[in-house]
C-alpha cells in the first residue's frame, strides 16, 4: 500500500464519514460530488432591507428569488452588531466574548490551539477553502495559514479539479463608509419612512435612500456570482448562503444592541441533490431564532465533519438535526474608542437590554460613525434643543435594564423595564441572559488590558469568579446609593475584576459617594492601573482633581499600553472642565499614530477649547480614504 500522510488520511476519513452522513455512495463521484460545495456570499452592515423580507421599498430582485429558491430566516442575529466581534464568532464558532479582548472592536485577541477556525476543519477534510477577501478576524490567526487562498483573486475555479469547495465572498457595496456620500437611484429621500428615534432631516433621508440604492447594486452583484455558479456548471452541486455580517447602518444601528444593529438577512438555497442535508424545504421560512455563532457548525455537518466540543452554536441543518432555539443573544464592549458593556437577548418578540456602563449616555461621539451626515444632524440638533424626548434620549445616560416589545414598538423607544404587566417576561428574559454569561463564560467583565484576558486564562479554577463579578457588576450599574456601603466592601475584595466593578459602582454614584473619598484615594495609589483610572475618574467628580487628572494625563503617555490610553481619555471625556488640566497631553496624542487614541483625543482637544463643531467630522477622511488605496494595492500584490 502506498504511503498515505495523516493529512490524506484525514482526508480520506472524512470523505468516508460524510458518505455515510449524506447516504451518497462513493462509486457517485464519476456522477458527481459525494459532498455538496458551499459558497458563501457575505454583505456589509446592512438588516434585511430585501424584499423578501417585507420591505417595500428594496428592489433586491435576486435576493428575492434566491429566498423563493430557498430558506429564509426571518429572525437573524449577528452576536456582536460590529463587523470584527462578529467575525470572530463567524470564524471559530466560539462568541468573541469568551476570548477577550475579541470582544472589544479592533483588538488582537490571541487565538489559543485548542480554538481551530472552520476553514481548517474544512480543508482537513478534504475541501478547497477561499477566502475573496475581507479577512478583520480580530485575533491572532494568519488567513494564509487557513485558508488555500485568501486574496481580492480567491476562487472557486481556482481549486483542483474534482475537489469540493467551499468559497468566501465579502461585498463591501454596502460598508457604512458608502454612504459617506449620497448614492442616487430608484429610492429617493422622500421615500423614506423616518424611524421615531430620529429626527427627520434631509440629511437623514439621503442617508437612508443611499443605503437602499446601495442594496440595490449588491442585489447586482449577487445576481453576477450567481451566473458563475451556473456558467460552471455547479449550482446543482452547491449549497448558496447569503448574510450580511452585522446590522445597520444608518443612526443606532451598527455598534447598537437595537434590532437594527443586531438583525441580519440569511437566506440559503439547497439544490435538490441535497434536500435530504435540510428539514425545511425550499421557499419556505423560519421564524425561530438563529445567530451567526451557527454559521460554523452549520457548514461542517454540511461537510460531514462533526463540530468540536468547543464550539458554542448549532447546526441550522445538516445530519444530525438540531433542535431550534429560543433565544437569540447579542453585546457590545468597546467599539473603536467608545468603551460601553451591553448585553442583550431576544425572543424575538421581546428584546431585553442590560447596560453595564449605564453611566455613559448611549450616542457616544464616535469619529468615524461621525463622518455620516445622518449622525452630525442628529448631534447638532441635540445640541441645539431642538429634539423630541424619544430623539433625545440617545445623547443620554441609560438605564440598568431595558425591554421592548418588538410586534407593538418596531422602533425600540418604548421602555417596559419597569412595566408591572409585563414583569413575567423581564425576568425570564433576565434569567436567560444571566445563565447565558455563565455558561460561554463571559469574558466582558475584564477590563481591556488585564492579564486575565483570554479564553484559557479566564477559565483557570478560581481565576474568573464569573458570578460572584456579576453579582458586583450589577450592583454597580443599577446605581442605587443604598448600595455604597457594599461596594466599599468589594473594594477590598482579594479579586481584582471585583474591585474593578466596585470602583465603577463608586464611579457611577457621583457625588453620593462622597463617603469613599478617602478609600478611592488610596485605590488611587495602590492598585492595578485600569481600577486607578475608574478611581480617578470618580474623584474627580468628587472634586478631588488635582492627582486624578495628573495620573489620568500619565496614562496618556506613548509608552502605556492602548488598552490603558484609551481607558485614560475616556475617563477625561467624561470630567468636564477639569480636564484642561491635561489638555497638554491631551493635545500631544492628537496626532498619534493609531487610529482611535488620536481620534478620541482630537476630539476632547476641541470640546475643551470650544472649537468643537458636530458637522466638521474629526475623523480624517482623505487618511481613511488613502489607507484603503494602499491596502487594495498590497492584495493585488500578495
Not at 592 to 611: F, I, K, P, T
Request: with cysteine; aromatic share 8%.
Amino acid at each position: 500500500m502506498p504511503h498515505l500522510d495523516r493529512r490524506r488520511l484525514l482526508q480520506l476519513g472524512s470523505i468516508l464519514l460524510a458518505s455515510s452522513l449524506t447516504g451518497v455512495s462513493l462509486g457517485a463521484a464519476g456522477r458527481g460530488q459525494s459532498r455538496p460545495n458551499i459558497l458563501w456570499l457575505v454583505s456589509e452592515d446592512n438588516c434585511p432591507l430585501i424584499g423578501a423580507y417585507g420591505d417595500p421599498l428594496a428592489r433586491t430582485p435576486t435576493l428575492d428569488r434566491l429566498a423563493q429558491e430557498g430558506i429564509l430566516y426571518r429572525h437573524v442575529y449577528a452576536n456582536a452588531p460590529v463587523c470584527a466581534p462578529s467575525r470572530f464568532g463567524i470564524l471559530t464558532g466560539v462568541r468573541a466574548e469568551s476570548c477577550a479582548p475579541a470582544n472589544h472592536m479592533r483588538a488582537q485577541a490571541k487565538l489559543p490551539d485548542v480554538l481551530k477556525t472552520y476553514p481548517q476543519y474544512l480543508r482537513e477534510a478534504g475541501y478547497y477553502c477561499s477566502n475573496n477577501a475581507k479577512t478583520d478576524y480580530n485575533c491572532d490567526v494568519d488567513p494564509a495559514a487557513i485558508w488555500d487562498d485568501s486574496s481580492d483573486r480567491a476562487h472557486w475555479r481556482k481549486r483542483p479539479q474534482g475537489m469540493p469547495f467551499m468559497a468566501v465572498f465579502n461585498y463591501e457595496t454596502t460598508h457604512e463608509s458608502r454612504i459617506f456620500l449620497s448614492r442616487k437611484g430608484a429610492v429617493k429621500p422622500a421615500d423614506i419612512r423616518v424611524p421615531t428615534y430620529l429626527p427627520d432631516t434631509p440629511a437623514i433621508r439621503r442617508d437612508f435612500a443611499s443605503y437602499y440604492n446601495l442594496m440595490e447594486r449588491l442585489d447586482g452583484q449577487i445576481a453576477e456570482r450567481l451566473a458563475e455558479l451556473e456558467e460552471d456548471g455547479l449550482a446543482e452541486d452547491t449549497i448558496v448562503f447569503y448574510y450580511s455580517d452585522n446590522g445597520g447602518v444608518l443612526p443606532r444601528s451598527k455598534r447598537y444592541c437595537y434590532e437594527e444593529g443586531l438583525r441580519c438577512a440569511l437566506i440559503v438555497r439547497v439544490p435538490p441533490k441535497w434536500a435530504h442535508l435540510a428539514e425545511v424545504r425550499p421557499g419556505s421560512q423560519v421564524d425561530t431564532p438563529v445567530t451567526f455563532i451557527d454559521l460554523a457548525p452549520t457548514v461542517l455537518a454540511l461537510a460531514g465533519v462533526p463540530a468540536p466540543p468547543q464550539m458554542q452554536g448549532a447546526a441550522l441543518f445538516g445530519v444530525p438535526a438540531v433542535k431550534a432555539q429560543r433565544y437569540a443573544f447579542g453585546m457590545r464592549n468597546r467599539m473603536d474608542e467608545r468603551y460601553d458593556f451591553v448585553r442583550t437577548v431576544s425572543d424575538t418578540r421581546y428584546r431585553y437590554i442590560r447596560n453595564y456602563m449605564s453611566h455613559r449616555v448611549g450616542g457616544q461621539y464616535q469619529a468615524f460613525a461621525w463622518v455620516a451626515e445622518g449622525y452630525r444632524d442628529w448631534l447638532r440638533l441635540f445640541q441645539e434643543g431642538k429634539l423630541s424626548p424619544q430623539q433625545a434620549v440617545f445623547f443620554q445616560e441609560r438605564p440598568f435594564e431595558e425591554l421592548y416589545d418588538l410586534a407593538l414598538d418596531r422602533d425600540e423607544v418604548v421602555n417596559l423595564a419597569s412595566s408591572p404587566q409585563h414583569r413575567d417576561r423581564l425576568e425570564e428574559l433576565r434569567a436567560a441572559l444571566d445563565r447565558h454569561l455563565l455558561e460561554i463564560n463571559d469574558n466582558g467583565f475584564i477590563p481591556e488590558g488585564s492579564e486575565l484576558e483570554g479564553y484559557l486564562n479566564s477559565r483557570r479554577p478560581g481565576a474568573y469568579p464569573l458570578e460572584r463579578i456579576m453579582q458586583v457588576a450589577a450592583r454597580a450599574a443599577q446605581r442605587d446609593p443604598a448600595a455604597l456601603k457594599a461596594l466599599l466592601a468589594d473594594l477590598d475584595d482579594p479579586h481584582d475584576v471585583v474591585r474593578f466593578w466596585a470602583a465603577s459602582g463608586l464611579l457611577m454614584l457621583r457625588d453620593q459617594a462622597e463617603p469613599a473619598r478617602q478609600r478611592l484615594l488610596r485605590t488611587l495609589r495602590e492598585d492595578l492601573p485600569q481600577t486607578r483610572i475608574v478611581a480617578a475618574e470618580a474623584l474627580v467628580h468628587l472634586q478631588e482633581t488635582e492627582g486624578p487628572i495628573a495620573l489620568l494625563a500619565e496614562y496618556l503617555e506613548a509608552g502605556h499600553p492602548k488598552p490603558l490610553r484609551l481607558q485614560a481619555i475616556n475617563a477625561l471625556t467624561y470630567c468636564g472642565d477639569a480636564a484642561r488640566q491635561a489638555l497638554p497631553a491631551i493635545e500631544a496624542n492628537a496626532e498619534d499614530d493609531d487610529d482611535d487614541v488620536r481620534n478620541a483625543c482630537r476630539y476632547l482637544a476641541q470640546v475643551l477649547e470650544g472649537s468643537f463643531d458636530p458637522d466638521e467630522p474629526v475623523f480624517e477622511v482623505t487618511r481613511f480614504l488613502r489607507q484603503r488605496l494602499v491596502d487594495a494595492i498590497k492584495a493585488r500584490l500578495i
